[in-house]
Nanobody
């Protein structure tokens, strides 16, 4: 399974960006998807996730500004980011818990995309 993230870039404070992530491979199902970010010198943190049943979780720092959504038919997940702040500057990674066809069995594992850089200027 490969996760390919895109959509990062340079934006001014108050602006918006939409990140996209597509999963490809021998996918049986995508059980949960999310976005994490890592700023320079800081630990990776969860930004938003959609878990089984469609429940959405957000980091306190992005609630009301970011929206996560998924397109199950196309194995896509999006992160709509609005009212961006300089402190949102980070590399954003998509991740997913995916069940794949493993020969005669199904195998569930966690996968990560390569990251896309978001830079918010003040």
């Amino acid at each position: 399974v490969q996760l390919q993230a895109s959509g990062g870039g340079l934006v001014q404070a108050g602006g918006s960006l939409r990140l996209s992530c597509v999963a490809s491979g021998r996918i049986f199902s995508i059980d949960a998807v999310g976005w994490c970010r890592q700023a320079p010198g800081k630990e990776r943190e969860l930004v938003a996730a959609v878990i089984s049943g469609g429940k959405r979780n957000y980091a306190h720092s992005v609630k009301g500004r970011f929206t996560i959504s998924r397109d199950n038919a196309n194995n896509m997940v999006y992160l709509q980011m609005t009212s961006l702040k300089p402190e949102d500057t980070a590399v954003y990674f998509c991740n997913a818990r995916v069940t794949v066809y493993g020969g005669s069995v199904l195998v569930t594992d966690d996968y990560w995309g390569q990251g896309t850089l978001v830079t918010v200027s003040s």
